[in-house]
């Protein structure tokens, strides 16, 4: 059996140990890959492997070795889809990997927010409980979960855990019909009714040209003054100028976001302007958890031994 050349692009992006494959191989792995790198690590792989790296279709026609592309994620944005699939090229992703820790980092952005503990946390660091007349201090409004309307996006393994977790807290939980939808199917509610009744909104969909910008200006402005919108999916599916103008402006509750349009943000981003006590901005990590981590690594390797067998696993294309 000849050796598969294996080689991650990005290994870095994951923190974990991963088991060597059971088929003949040579793996080799690059902590980071630029795009202009991509094409001298990837010239005689027949697997890739990419976190984040971006497979165009210009560099794919040129590596014709190549015949999977492992991603060790689940968006698959990265890829040209549509040129593996007009030139055969394998493409598989990573699967329910995340299904317990983006939904409860979802719930620590939304208690967060909802009990207002950055700003009594601020509070208590500039000594204003020290300094107040009684036992407790409680200049901002807190609210409680129970009884609130949460409105997901997205009806995959990410958001029927943050669902489950939702209906613990007493929670009523509307799914959303796909923006610009004819027809409502059974079980969902128009796009238009979930931005308006939700008093918080909470994005589990996959970046795509349908998808991007799907929370923008607009949409905003018909939310409930007081309601909260979470993002620990893609950062272009929200227009971030709008939302930081919402914000400033007052016209929502707050947000809570794990994601940005272009990570790492070097170039600056409208969401890092921003010191408000009601918007949370954590580093890409919901899904990062210890367990979750070395789920998807062995699940990683599932892949890849499966192709090698010949057998379609979390196949995309």
């Not at 040129?83 to 208690?111: D, K, Q, S």
């Not at 170039?267 to 890409?284: M, S, V």
Request: aromatic share 6%; hydrophobic share 45%; glycine share 8%.
């Amino acid at each position: 059996m000849t050796a598969e050349r294996i080689v991650f692009l990005d290994a870095d992006s994951i923190r974990t140990v991963l088991r060597a494959p059971t088929f003949p191989h040579d793996w080799r792995s690059y902590p980071r890959t630029a795009p202009a790198e991509a094409h001298a690590r990837l010239q005689d792989a027949t697997i890739a492997v990419t976190n984040k790296c971006p497979l165009p279709g210009e560099l794919l026609a040129r590596l014709p070795a190549l015949r999977l592309i492992a991603v060790a994620a689940t968006g698959t944005d990265i890829v040209d889809l549509d040129w593996c699939r007009a030139h055969g090229l394998a493409v598989c992703n990573i699967r329910g990997y995340a299904a317990e820790t983006v939904p409860e980092h979802v719930f620590m952005l939304l208690l967060a927010l909802r009990r207002q503990l950055p700003a009594y946390r601020a509070d208590v660091t500039a000594g204003r409980w020290q300094q107040a007349t009684a036992f407790c201090f409680f200049d901002h409004p807190i609210r409680d979960l129970h009884g609130s309307t949460l409105g997901i996006l997205g009806r995959g393994s990410l958001g029927q855990g943050v669902a489950k977790l939702a209906e613990a807290f007493g929670m009523r939980v509307l799914w959303g019909e796909h923006k610009g939808a004819a027809t409502v199917r059974p079980g969902y509610v128009p796009f238009e009714t979930l931005i308006a009744e939700s008093d918080a909104i909470t994005l589990h969909c996959p970046l795509t040209p349908a998808t991007r910008g799907l929370i923008g200006a607009a949409e905003l402005a018909r939310m409930k003054p007081d309601a909260l919108l979470i993002n620990t999916a893609r950062g272009g599916l929200v227009d971030e100028a709008a939302l930081a103008a919402a914000l400033r402006a007052g016209r929502i509750g707050g947000a809570g976001f794990d994601v940005l349009t272009v990570e790492p943000p070097r170039a600056g981003n409208p969401l890092l302007d921003l010191d408000l006590p009601n918007f949370i901005l954590t580093p890409h990590v919901a899904w990062a958890s210890g367990s979750a981590m070395q789920a998807l690594g062995d699940q990683l390797i599932d892949n890849i031994e499966a192709f090698v067998r010949g057998e379609e696993r979390n196949r995309v294309v």
